[in-house]
């Protein structure tokens, strides 16, 4: 089958398109043939260095896919060969996205939303299970509470919006100008240009803070919660910022979730959840597309179409 393979860890140039043997599902697994895969900024940290992920013998970079099953293993009862899916399988070990064929555990996967195309779905599973499992499970945002969203026109901040809203809450999103228009599409009720003004000057008395930046901007969110307050930092460990008495503060590494994937599906198909697709290329081009994805000007998200 077709992959795209790291062939040293470093630039975007060391993506290689090779041919690699297909895997075969074992137990309680199901194989995929893969329509589109999602690209996210973990793909291209994991490709400059291969930290933080355990890789297989040909590293394949991805995890967000949108396909058909094309075989199941002994064991498997939730889906069929044909049924289609979607999914982030395995992280953060090698679910290898990026080529035409990917084996997942059966229950890293759920049935695609129907009303989305397949370029559509795979935009979706590490970005809104991060953010699901970041508002929902983490913090649990309750209706009537304030909730700022940093970075909210990119990939997991323009899901989080959708999620915050269909929640009850009151959506702060931080955003470049240019931007303002979309987030408030996705029911932001505010919106702060972060390149104006400094959004700890101009928010308050918030219940719940979404960093997807880490650093400063961390820190500085401490400033905006109020008492009882949450921080949910997503880049790393080291970003967990001290807190003053009353404010907690927490990491969250996205794990796969049938039931989070589920729940995402009920948002979608009524209407309260719909991804933003920057850009879509071919597999060939999975290069271009970190590429694209490093210079951090991306407004939701990034596909590859693979079948």
């Known amino acids: 089958m077709r992959a795209v393979v790291v062939e040293q860890w470093g630039g975007p140039e060391t993506l290689v398109e090779r041919e690699i043997e297909r895997p075969v599902p074992g137990l309680n697994e199901v194989l995929v043939r893969v329509h589109a895969a999602g690209v996210n900024p973990v793909d291209w940290k994991t490709r400059a260095s291969g930290a933080l992920i355990e890789w297989g013998a040909a590293p394949v970079v991805g995890w967000d896919v949108s396909g058909t099953v094309e075989a199941v293993g002994p064991g498997v009862g939730v889906f069929r060969p044909g049924d289609e899916v979607f999914g982030m399988p395995l992280f953060p070990r090698q679910a290898g996205a990026y080529a035409e064929y990917v084996v997942a555990p059966a229950r890293h996967l759920a049935p695609k939303p129907a009303s989305l195309s397949h370029v559509e779905a795979a935009a979706l599973p590490l970005a809104a299970l991060t953010a699901w499992q970041a508002l929902v499970d983490t913090a649990g945002v309750r209706p009537g ?23 009850g809450a009151h959506v702060i999103g931080t955003a470049s100008a240019a931007k303002h228009d979309l987030v408030r599409s996705l029911g932001a009720d505010e919106v702060v240009d972060y390149r104006d003004v400094r959004f700890e000057d101009v928010v308050a008395d918030v219940d719940v803070v979404l960093d997807g930046l880490g650093g400063e901007t961390a820190e500085r969110s401490l400033k905006v919660l109020r008492a009882g307050g949450r921080l949910v930092t997503l880049p790393g460990p080291d970003d967990v910022p001290t807190t003053p008495e009353g404010v907690h503060a927490q990491w969250m590494l996205v794990e796969p979730d049938h039931m989070g994937l589920r729940e995402i599906t009920a948002l979608v198909e ?10 879509v290329l071919p597999l060939a081009e999975a290069a271009k597309a970190h590429s694209v994805g490093e210079q951090g000007r991306t407004t939701g998200k990034i596909v590859l179409t693979v079948a």
């Open 145 to 167: 509470e304030r909730v700022l969203v940093h970075a909210a026109a990119g990939g997991v901040g323009h899901l989080a919006v959708q999620i915050a809203k269909a929640r």
């Open 270 to 279: 009524s209407g309260r959840l719909k991804p933003v697709v920057d850009t």
